[in-house]
T-cell receptor, first 108, second 112 residues
């Protein structure tokens, strides 16, 4: 079945620095979604990418869908303490396959 | 969030006892899901439902059963709880016209 892998599993970032987390699928995806889970909370939808090569921005977050629709990335610029949490990518339609997530901690 | 509640929010039980977790939604969403979340594994699908009385297995369904007798309620039952089922359980829903999933607050289950 479809497998979605994320790297890195942990990302320790100095406040103000940039970082990128990557998502790779074993199969072509119809779309990719990104979710964020704050510590102690539940996953919350951030964005969905549908088109090959699509790039979307939300303030300091840039999401990209690969040309082959088998990979995606999330780039955060000027990391803030509010960015702390676990970021999940998920592929599929009504039944999503989630990656294991990238847990982000921020050093002030 | 899409009006999803889960009960109980916390539960401690003993090995071998049956446990039922409830998910309730007020959005009239067709699809409902049960996931478990464990460190290093992300969210793994246990069972899902695509309508009243229509359910199917996910990737980690062994030891779990579900029922959906009403659109708004989706129950997850552990027939005989084991320590390996200690986890955080999330319910999620999605509607007809979107793939976006909305998650409930989660239930933390500890099996001793």
């Amino acid at each position: 079945g479809q497998q979605v892998m994320q790297i890195p599993q942990y990302q320790h970032v100095q406040e103000g620095e940039d970082f990128t987390t990557y998502c790779n699928s074993s199969t072509t995806l119809s779309n990719i979604q990104w979710y964020k889970q704050r510590p102690g909370g539940h996953p919350v939808f951030l964005i969905q990418l549908v088109k090959s090569g699509e790039v979307k921005k939300q303030k300091r977050l840039t999401f990209q869908f690969g040309e082959a629709k088998k990979n995606s990335s999330l780039h955060i610029t000027a990391t803030q303490t509010t960015d702390v949490g676990t970021y999940f990518c998920a592929g599929g339609d009504y039944k999503l396959s989630f990656g294991a997530g990238t847990t982000v901690t921020v050093r002030a | 969030d899409a009006g999803i509640t889960q009960s109980p929010r916390h539960k401690v039980t003993e090995t071998g006892t049956p446990v039922t977790l409830r998910c309730h939604q007020t959005e009239n969403h067709r699809y409902m899901y049960w996931y478990r979340q464990d460190p290093g594994h992300g969210l793994r699908l246990i069972h899902y439902s695509y309508g009243v009385k229509d359910t199917d297995k996910g990737e980690v369904s062994d030891g779990y059963s579900v029922s959906r007798s009403k659109t708004e309620d989706f129950l997850l039952t552990l027939e005989s709880a084991t320590s390996s089922q200690t986890s955080v359980y999330f319910c999620a829903t999605t509607g007809e016209s979107t793939d976006t999933q909305y998650f409930g607050p989660g239930t933390r289950l500890t099996v001793l």
